[in-house]
């Protein structure tokens, strides 16, 4: 009989308590506020990582999700709809519309500005069927392999066939392409260059003024010349066997390609030889200064896969029993960049600008924890199952579903989540520095007072009301009214709130003031000021 009044009271005391303004009951609901953070200012969440919904004013961004069946973001120009990521995803921005569902896809570009300007839609169930319009409004379609005609596919502007291989024609800019059961015969021709190709007896490339590149027999017999001023030259080669190319100041030749070559290079304009073998590839590799391109590899040496080192101009790689230990660095206009991996459980980045600051640093301890820190904002997680960093669909969809741990801060703001709020530690605008263990206990240093709006709304209506009120009615009235109002009184400021504590998620309140007043709440509702 006491069991069935002790149950509905705490029914009613959690409800109460969770549907206050201020209070959560992570990681089953958990709202934040004003968290200034990289991505969110505002956060709600339910039943742990399954529920979201956020926004960044700053960035325009707002996320809406029921993990992991779909999520709706809109952000910086661009907006994303999944369901059941990587089943269906849609995509917009300010030049094109993007969906695919499983295998069938559509992408197609926005209205253009103007009377009668219309979506050019492209449509197709990979790679059976296809179907849209041109830049022109004409329409298109393709049965794979009986009949298609298409534009703008996979980097051709048209795509012309019939009975697949039998008959293919292309066009992309000024090159024209015709091939018959191909890739038996086929040729294509632009302005700068012609292809021929009578699969496997004959095949050339030609570049007039550049070179010219034959096959006879593919695989079995090549050529190569070369007209330019600085690789001017030519070789050939009996595969497997035998050849060699001799160019303005470099000689190569080969045995047994690709597993025995050798390279000698005369002094240049730049007064340095070079030389390097193959003896066998991949296993035993060495060259010095025999690239014929100054920004391509000046220095080689590989025992794979045990150990190797390679420079360039601007980059150098180095691996240890490959493909397990490997570092390589790169310098650009913007800075440089340093990578290191340690396969499968470590690999991190660093980058630095061009003063030499450092720019960004990324570690990853895969699968437990990722830090990244970049200027002033700096993220650990624990745990982070994705190969790819920073991967948009991934980041909605299924990144917090695994993330147990995550730390943020941006200078401004920091906050440390466990167990999606269950555990937090913050430093906010609105709340100032805290900690919260739910539902046990929760601390913050500034808050604000529940009557403060009350308290200003109560004297805009008293003002409004002294329009209206009649005075002599209260002829022969006089009291000494004194109220308390936010902490203050009708003499003096609002007092400042210095800490708050709730326990049991408010059920037990103690607020303390800049006065040195501490005020005691019981039940959510009843306060004894001390």
């Known amino acids: 009989m006491i069991a069935r009044p002790l149950i509905f009271f705490a029914i009613f005391s959690i409800s109460s308590a969770v549907f206050a303004f201020d209070i959560g009951l992570p990681p089953l609901f958990d709202n934040d506020e004003e968290l200034s953070l990289e991505k969110k200012d505002d956060e709600l969440r339910m039943f742990g990582p399954l529920v979201e919904i956020s926004s960044k004013e700053e960035r325009g961004r707002e996320l809406a999700a029921v993990r992991p069946i779909w999520s709706r973001e809109d952000s910086e120009g ?7 990521w990587p089943f269906f995803a849609y995509r917009e921005n300010d030049f094109e519309k993007y969906w695919r569902l499983f295998l069938l896809y559509s992408g197609r570009a926005k209205p253009q500005v103007g009377d009668g300007a219309a979506e050019k ?3 197709g169930l990979v790679p059976l069927w296809f179907h849209g319009r041109d830049d022109d409004g004409e329409g298109y379609w393709a049965l794979f392999p009986f009949y298609g005609e298409l534009r703008d596919f996979i980097g051709y502007d048209s795509i012309y066939y019939v009975m697949f291989p039998v008959y293919l024609r292309t066009r992309k800019g000024q090159m024209n392409g015709e091939a018959w059961f191909w890739p038996i015969w086929n040729w294509d021709e632009s302005p ?4 021929f190709r009578f699969f496997p007896f004959y095949a050339y490339h030609d570049r007039p003024g550049a070179f010219r590149r034959a096959s006879y027999v593919w695989p079995f017999y090549h050529s190569a010349e070369y007209y330019s001023a600085k690789d001017g030259g030519g070789g050939w080669m009996l595969w497997p066997f035998y050849g060699e190319n001799r160019f ?4 190569s030749w080969s045995v047994l390609w690709p597993f025995f070559s050798g390279y000698e290079r005369e002094k240049g304009a730049d007064g340095e030889d070079g030389s390097g073998f193959n003896a066998p590839w991949p296993i035993l590799q060495y060259r010095r200064n025999v690239d014929r391109d100054e920004k391509n590899e000046k220095w080689r040496f590989y025992l794979w896969p045990l150990i190797g080192r390679s420079e360039r101009k601007d980059s150098e790689y180095q691996f240890l029993l490959w493909p397990f230990i490997s570092s390589q660095y790169t310098s650009g206009d913007s800075g440089d960049v340093e990578w290191v991996w340690i396969l499968p459980f470590y690999w991190s980045k660093h980058a630095r600008d061009r003063k030499g600051e450092m720019a960004e640093t990324y570690r990853n301890f895969y699968p437990f924890v990722s830090i990244l820190r970049k200027g002033n904002f700096c993220e650990i997680r624990a745990l982070d199952l994705w190969f790819q960093r920073n991967m948009p669909a991934v980041e909605r969809n299924w990144a917090p579903l695994w993330t147990l741990f995550n730390y943020q801060s941006t200078g401004e703001a920091f906050r440390y989540d466990f167990l999606w709020g269950l555990v937090k530690y913050f430093d906010s605008p609105e709340e100032g520095e805290g900690f919260s263990l739910q539902p046990f206990y929760r601390s913050c240093s500034r808050f604000k007072d529940d009557d403060d709006d009350w308290a200003e709304d109560e004297d805009e209506e008293a003002c409004e009301d002294d329009n209206d009120m009649d005075w002599e ?11 308390d109002l936010a902490g ?3 003499d003096g400021p609002a007092r400042e709130g210095v800490s ?4 049991l998620l408010g059920f037990v309140r103690t607020r303390s003031y800049s006065d040195g007043s501490v005020v005691l709440r019981l039940f959510w509702f009843a306060e004894i000021e001390f």
């Open 121 to 123: 839609p492209h449509v």
């Open 500 to 503: 708050q504590r709730d326990y």
């Open 473 to 483: 009615d209260l002829d022969g009235f006089d009291a000494d009214i004194d109220f």
């Open 78 to 84: 661009l907006y994303s709809f999944d369901v059941l």
């Open 248 to 251: 303005k100041d470099l000689k």
């Open 488 to 490: 203050g009184d009708a």
């Open 192 to 195: 700068s260059f012609r292809k």
